[in-house]
């Protein structure tokens, strides 16, 4: 069922940490902890380098496309405390912005759905989730923080799409649509966040996780009733979390693997969750009729070496 | 060992261990004193600045310990002394030495490590003074022709030869016996250099710069190489090897990052551990003699001990993993993967030991890139593309644009798909639009005019594909029991009773129903003729047949709903078929029948979208609903809000596959306002000077730059138009609405002579 297609050599020196296709699938990014980024064009499938970002002084742990209404944006962040966004302006890319309040490691970045304006959140091991707003009067951006957010650090950090399945643009709702976002932390715990009254506020604290929240993805509801979101732990779980209207959620442990769990990440449609795990295996899974995930597809690629935590 | 603590008065600048690294002496502005180090605490043996004597020769840049006698202490001075302390003494003659010999603050002392009373210290000067501290001077001065020399070290492999950094970025090295000239000067670094380390083993010196790198010197050959670069967050301070470990080395940072951190210089990227104890910037390290355990001093005005067992790894909380599914439904999936450094082929004999310790692997860290790609997901998503460009969704007949795009989706394997559209045809399409004609009619049969012959033909024809298509989905056990009912239903047909056929569910999702409308059509079609007792047959889905009545009817309201659906049959309920029993139908020519009840499908089709929306299908939902045009005002249950979300849905997959040309068709076909809004949202025009092609910003009339209005005159009556403007969008000319328009009342060409036949819609 799946299949190599073909490997990409990436030349970068050290661990990557986050490869991501962007809005059409024409591009993609890698970052790894050489502290370089690289872009690449994928034409016919095949990946031709672009460029390198060099801007950071840290393994670059996540990156993120922006939405192509905005330019071609990335942003990146790193264990250098920055959160850098990048613009390619004639097929050079440059450094377009760079924030640098966080007092730890960014862990995650993201931008939010294009309905709401040009949006980063930012998650950092100094436990705060940033909010920047492209604001196109002034050309600037404005910086909201979401403190304490999580406990020793905030490992992900997702939006929630902005079709929702209560779309707010009927007649008797006019206003703006609401913002959230969930977020996954070492304190175990997985965070729905909403911006209230310009601003952030805690909406729901979703606990079933025993050890650090590693990823957190929220399910795009392209067609879907109800809010679903993932998230995978270092507690070798994968929970599916669901809810009609963010305030009551409903828990569904998808499976215990056999090894940590680093990533879950949605297909376009919202209806393929692939997960990947610190054993080197990466699965996909898709709902049944009966609302049952069941894993349709299961890859070993050799084995992991994830064994120096205990290194002296 | 553990963690410990203990917190002074002041910002501490340095430590020093005696040789037996059981005590610590910490100097700073204000602090200066001798711990012991006990199990679980720091015990205070001495406070240097207890003394009533205070001057700034108090106030330490640098402390230092002999190596050789545990009761002397060097301190470099803020104002230029080197002082030299006697710890068995007491008050004031503790101070044993004080050398006023550099003009600028002392930036580093170190001890000779085998010659006792040896020391040498460096100055902000640029100088440095080598003492013997029986001496009341210095003995030598070196003259290192830079700023500043932010440190000095002796080197342990060579018993004279001391290193020296400058802010300027160069490294010298020096014999204590030859003043006049460095033996060695290279410049190592682009910024100052703050510190230096020799290697305890290797001939390696490490030094540290301001421009965030910390790099590893091998200075074995008269031509200093560079062997390794780390990259640091931040500008570097200070920098100390690690005992017992080759490739490690402790750094703390001069600003922004508090936390000391342990390299392996092979991975020059990220720490290998990090401690996060203090909260200021950390000001000096010290190995206490073995791997495990340092201390260090900060200018959070704390002197910690830390154990390795409690440091923190910032390589094992990153994510080793890549992991994202493309538009495309390819899989990329990066990981880490053990890398061989050993390049040489182990022999028969000296077999690898697999096991090789665990640090020894920190440092050999890549990953690969690979793409997977899943057949099922994959094609899902190229068959979407593949629908979304060839479904008719607008401009024929409704039969025909439902046998179409059931052809389409049939060509891409999605029977499932294929079988909504031939559903939804036979549920609104001709059949539909007759029952209700002959409801409206007070039963009028207008369909006793059949070819008996051809329809059973094709009855046949249908329902042997259906057969065969059925055999093909043989390992869907859910349709077993129902092949049994219908064996036992459909007796009264024969070409049935031999394979049976599958319930008429909608459910066609994960099963993948493999079945063929055209024998589920029939099998819906007989349960209402069933129900009515009406015996006739006709073939329903010719569509050529249907398209003057289907216009007809076309603006008909919805059927009134006299026959509630629970008492039609239901296509999860053809157990309702099975009660009748069934004549074969095509002998029958019936003159006058009662009128057929109007089974209303509408709840089973919004079953069927909302599930393939459920299924993350919205494009079968939405096209459906384009499709059904006028009939989806039958749809009454299905909200506002849902269509709307699914519409959005399409609307953006559709985006991201960039068929832009479907997405404008699908707004444009969109019934609901908020949708169809879309397409006349953001469309600009800019007018720019016909003169000189700058754009017109202010006013539409007047050029700004150039004050020409040639542009906004009207060719009629050569005024400047200041209201509205129309123009032809072929010649570009134009001028007032009203003279246009009078104007192409009467003629075709346009008013000024261009000859251009103008057009305006």
């Not at chain 1, 979390?241 to 828990?251: A, R």
Request: proline share 3%; hydrophobic share 35%; aromatic share 8%.
């Amino acid at each position: 069922m799946t299949s190599l297609l073909n490997s990409i050599d990436t030349g970068h020196e050290d661990m990557i940490h986050d490869a991501e296709v962007d809005y059409y699938g024409l591009r993609l990014a890698t970052c790894s902890s050489d502290h370089s980024v690289k872009v690449y064009d994928i034409k016919n499938g095949a990946h031709n380098l672009i460029d390198d970002l060099k801007g950071h002084f840290g393994p670059v742990w996540q990156i993120a496309w922006s939405h192509p209404m905005f330019g071609n944006l990335l942003a990146s962040c790193s264990y250098d405390r920055k959160v850098i966004i990048w613009k390619e302006t004639q097929g050079k890319w440059s450094k377009y912005y760079e924030y640098a309040n966080h007092d730890s490691s960014v862990n995650s970045v993201q931008f939010a759905p294009a309905e709401f304006g040009l949006i980063l959140a930012c998650g950092s091991s100094d436990g705060s989730i940033s909010i920047l707003t492209y604001q196109s009067e002034t050309n600037n951006w404005d910086a909201k923080k979401i403190q304490n957010a999580h406990t020793i650090g905030c490992n992900a950090v997702s939006w929630c799409p902005a079709i929702t399945p209560e779309p707010a643009f009927d007649s008797n709702h006019v206003g703006p649509m609401q913002k959230r976002l969930v977020s996954g932390g070492c304190d175990n715990l997985v965070k729905i966040w909403k911006e209230e009254d310009d601003k952030w506020v805690e909406e729901k604290k979703l606990e079933v996780h025993s050890d650090w929240v590693r990823d957190v993805a929220w399910a795009p509801s392209v067609g879907l009733s109800r809010h679903t979101v993932a998230s995978c732990s270092q507690d070798r779980r994968v929970v599916i979390w669901t809810s009609e209207d963010c305030q009551s959620w409903s828990s569904n442990i998808l499976q215990t693997f056999d090894d940590v769990v680093w990533n879950v990440s949605w297909s376009l449609n919202g209806n393929i969750l692939a997960v990947s795990g610190g054993d080197n295996k990466i699965s996909l899974w898709k709902q049944n009729l009966d609302g049952a995930w069941k894993c349709i597809s299961d890859v070993t690629k050799g084995q992991a070496t994830n064994n120096e935590q205990r290194a002296l | 060992m553990s963690t410990i603590s203990v917190l002074q008065e002041g910002p501490v600048n340095a430590l020093a261990l005696n040789k037996d690294n059981s005590q610590v002496a910490i100097g700073g502005r204000n602090v200066f004193k001798v711990y012991s180090i006990e199990e679980d605490c720091f015990k205070e043996i001495c406070n240097l600045r207890a003394s009533k004597h205070l001057n700034l020769s108090f106030s330490c840049n640098d402390v230092a310990w002999s190596s050789t006698d545990d009761n002397y202490l060097a301190t470099a001075a803020t104002n230029g002394h080197v002082c030299v302390w006697n710890l068995t003494k007491s008050g004031k003659a503790m101070q044993e030495q004080v050398y006023q010999e550099h003009k600028r603050t002392v930036n580093k002392v170190n001890f000779h490590s085998s010659e006792p009373y040896r020391l040498i210290s460096g100055s902000q000067d640029g100088t440095m003074r080598y003492f013997d501290m029986r001496c009341k001077a210095a003995v030598a001065t070196f003259l290192s022709n830079t700023e500043s020399v932010r440190d000095v070290q002796f080197s342990p492999h060579m018993p004279h030869t001391f290193a020296a950094v400058s802010e300027n970025g160069s490294v010298q090295l020096w014999d204590v016996r030859r003043t006049e000239k460095c033996i060695q000067q290279f410049t190592a670094h682009s910024g100052p250099i703050f510190a230096c380390d020799w290697h305890p083993e290797a001939t390696w010196l490490a030094t540290a710069s301001r421009d965030k790198t910390i790099k590893v010197w091998d200075l074995t050959t008269s031509k200093p190489t560079l062997d390794y670069t780390i990259h640091t967050i931040a500008s570097i301070g200070h920098v100390k090897w690690r005992p017992q470990r080759k490739y490690h080395i402790a750094s703390c940072a001069l600003v922004v990052d508090c936390s000391i951190n342990i390299w392996d210089i092979r991975r020059p990227f990220i720490p290998f551990a990090a401690f996060n104890e203090h909260k200021d910037i950390a000001s000096g390290v010290a190995w206490r003699g073995d791997s495990q355990v340092f201390l260090s001093t900060s200018r959070d005005c704390s002197l910690i001990q830390h154990s390795f067992k409690d440091a923190s790894r910032p390589a094992s909380k990153a994510n080793i993993q890549a992991l994202d599914i493309s538009t495309k439904g390819n899989t990329l999936f990066g990981m880490r993967v053990p890398v061989s450094t050993n390049t040489t082929k182990p022999t028969g004999l000296m077999r690898k030991s697999s096991t090789s310790t665990i640090s020894d692997q920190f440092h050999q860290s890549a990953s690969v890139l690979h793409q997977f790609t899943h057949v099922s997901v994959c094609n899902d998503l190229s068959s979407f593309e593949f629908l979304a460009k060839n479904y008719i969704l607008y401009g024929r007949s409704f039969p025909e644009m439902c046998e179409h795009n059931a052809a389409v989706a049939k060509e891409c394997g999605k029977s499932n798909i294929s079988t909504i559209w031939k559903i939804v045809n036979t549920m609104y399409g001709e059949l539909y639009v007759k029952i209700q004609a002959m409801h409206n009619n007070g039963g009028l049969n207008l369909m006793n005019n059949v070819d008996a012959s051809s329809t059973e033909k094709k009855n046949n024809d249908v329902v042997g594909e259906a057969a065969a298509a059925q055999f093909s989905s043989a390992d869907d056990d859910v349709e077993g029991e129902d092949q049994v009912d219908h064996t036992a239903v459909a007796n009264g047909y024969h070409t049935y009773n031999k394979y049976g056929h599958p319930k008429g569910d909608f459910s066609f999702g994960e099963n993948e129903l493999d079945l063929e409308l055209d024998a589920l059509s029939i099998d819906y079609r007989n349960g209402m003729r069933n129900q009515n007792q009406l015996q006739q047959q006709e073939d329903w889905t010719l569509p050529n047949e249907a398209f003057n009545i289907r216009h007809e009817i076309r603006d008909r309201s919805p059927p009134p709903e006299q026959f509630p659906n629970n008492n039609s049959p239901d296509f999860n309920d053809d157990s309702h078929s099975s009660t009748v029993d069934e004549q074969p139908t095509w002998l029958v020519s019936v003159s006058k029948i009662p009128p057929m009840p109007i089974w209303d499908p509408s709840a089973s089709l919004i079953e069927s979208l909302k599930h393939h929306a459920e299924k993350g299908d919205v494009q079968t939902s939405v096209s459906v609903l384009i499709v059904l045009g006028e009939h989806r005002k039958n749809l009454k249950t299905l909200d506002e809000n849902t269509v709307t979300h699914w519409l959005m849905g399409y609307i953006q997959t559709l985006e991201r596959f960039r068929l832009w040309n479907v997405k404008a068709l699908v707004i444009e076909l969109a019934w609901i306002p908020s949708i169809s809004q879309m397409n006349q949202q953001s469309t600009r025009i800019n007018t720019n000077c016909s003169q000189c092609l700058k754009p017109l910003q202010r006013s539409g009339w007047l050029c700004d730059r150039c004050h020409s209005t040639d542009a906004s005159r009207c060719s009629i009556c050569h005024q400047v138009v200041k209201g509205l403007y129309v123009w032809c969008q072929g010649c570009s000319h134009g001028g007032h609405l009203m003279h246009m328009q009078e104007w192409f009342s009467k003629n075709k060409q346009c008013p000024t002579g261009c000859g251009h036949l103008c057009e305006y819609r």
